[in-house]
């Protein structure tokens, strides 16, 4: 039961940490959250290569 706690909490970490990386660099922070809650942590190294929002 303590396993699945920590995986939840990982993941709960992970959709942060998405989100802040993306919504500094400039990148689609909605987006990022969502793969986060989708990826997990292997989302992480993916956020580093997202690329900024076009300045309309």
Do not use: H
Request: aromatic share 20%; proline share 5%; with cysteine.
């Amino acid at each position: 039961m303590l396993t699945a706690y920590g995986w939840i909490a990982l993941n709960i970490l992970s959709i942060f940490i998405c989100y802040q990386i993306a919504k500094e660099r400039g990148g689609d922070a909605r987006f990022w959250g969502w793969m986060g809650v989708l990826l997990g942590p292997f989302a992480l190294p993916f956020v580093f290569f997202c690329k900024p929002k076009k300045q309309e």
